[in-house]
């Protein structure tokens, strides 16, 4: 005869048995994965990875709280960019630089919220990688519980040693050995590529593990949405006034635009559809950055079997020339992104 503590523990271990069958693999699990893939490889974009998730974990705690801890609004200072700086643009900035600046695997950070290459030189050990972010894109939205994001971008340092230089920073697209977003919605979603497929893991915050959801994620041929600011229509350039006049005449692909890149994206990728933002009269080369936006996206999307452009070639094949350019974006379905091509032609 069971005692009423034999039933319990044996109910419980049934339930830890068969949860443990469901919760199937996790992002670790999946980074490892990969990395035995690379028999040469010593581990170390792996820990990067890991550090990258961890950090973006502590993001999320934030974000799903900031209204209760009364971080929303603002610090009244303004960034590089000339943008009011949000406190919680501060706080995820802060954690990225002394989270990832001290893990040893890198020699380089550049953000968008600061100038230049932030420093590293006092690390006791560098790395050879180096890594741009956007520590939360979008963060104007946040006071609206909109979508925000991180995004980032990994390439292999090509100096020999010592502190990361702006050489090792300024590599084409081309060059990420690794690249991500993490969506800070109605989950938290970690979705990256080492260049073998794009995966996306959905946290679950009861265990604080990243699950695998979306197993090599391909973009559906059908373009479902377009999405871009129609606010800018009259300063586009005319091909693509006429290219967006030619979808709303055919009526078929409905408008979706939220304004927050990580969230559009992910939906792009997702649903199928392009994302435009084109140059404007206020921005001459297009709003969005090549290093630590367009790049990531580009990625991304190309690994899905998408396309992603600046008008004239790949966003990937662009060689950089400054830290914080910005480009025109033009990304999706692999043949609407020709088409808007064709139309700028
Ligand atoms: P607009 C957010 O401020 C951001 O940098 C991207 O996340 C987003 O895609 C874009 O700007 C939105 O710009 O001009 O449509 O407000």
């Avoid at 960034?79 to 501060?90: A, F, R, S, T, Y």
């Avoid at 990994?154 to 081309?174: F, H, S, W």
Wanted: overall charge negative; hydrophobic content about 35%.
């Amino acid at each position: 005869m069971w005692s009423v503590q034999d039933q319990r523990l044996s109910a419980r271990s049934a339930f830890i048995s068969d949860s443990m069958e469901k919760i199937g693999t996790t992002l670790t699990q999946h980074i490892w994965q990969e990395q035995k893939t690379h028999p040469q490889s010593r581990g170390s974009l792996s820990e990067l990875l890991y550090e990258i998730a961890l950090v973006c974990k502590i993001i999320s705690r934030e974000v799903n709280k900031a209204g209760i801890a009364e971080i929303y609004g603002l610090t009244g200072e303004v960034n590089v960019q000339g943008e009011e700086v949000q406190k919680l643009d501060e706080f995820t900035q802060n954690i990225f630089v002394n989270i990832l600046g001290h893990c040893g695997h890198l020699c380089a950070l550049a953000s968008e919220e600061e100038e230049g290459i932030v420093n590293l030189s006092k690390e006791k050990e560098l790395g050879d990688y180096v890594m741009l972010f956007d520590p939360l894109d979008g963060s104007s939205n946040i006071d609206a519980n909109v979508s925000v994001g991180t995004i980032f971008s990994i390439y292999k340092r090509v100096t020999k040693k010592g502190p990361g230089t702006m050489e090792d920073l300024m590599q084409a697209g081309n060059k990420q050995v690794a690249a991500g977003y993490v969506i800070y919605g109605s989950s938290t979603m970690f979705v990256y590529s080492t260049g073998n497929g794009v995966y996306g893991f959905t946290l679950d915050p009861t265990i604080g593990e990243f699950l695998l959801t979306h197993e090599n994620i391909t973009m559906p041929d059908k373009v479902k949405n377009y999405s871009t600011n129609e606010r800018d229509y009259h300063s586009w350039p005319e091909g693509i006034r006429k290219y967006i006049d030619e979808i709303k005449k055919e009526g078929k692909v409905s408008a979706r635009y939220i304004g927050s890149l990580v969230a559009d994206i992910h939906r792009t990728l997702l649903y199928g559809g392009v994302f435009l933002y084109p140059s404007t009269e206020k921005n001459p080369n297009g709003k969005l950055r090549l290093l630590y936006e367009a790049n990531i996206m580009a990625f991304l999307i190309e690994q899905a079997g998408g396309r992603a452009s600046n008008g004239q070639k790949n966003i990937l094949e662009i060689e950089p020339s400054e830290l914080h350019q910005r480009v025109p974006l033009y990304i999706g379905n692999k043949e609407e992104v020709k088409k808007i091509e064709d139309f700028l032609h």
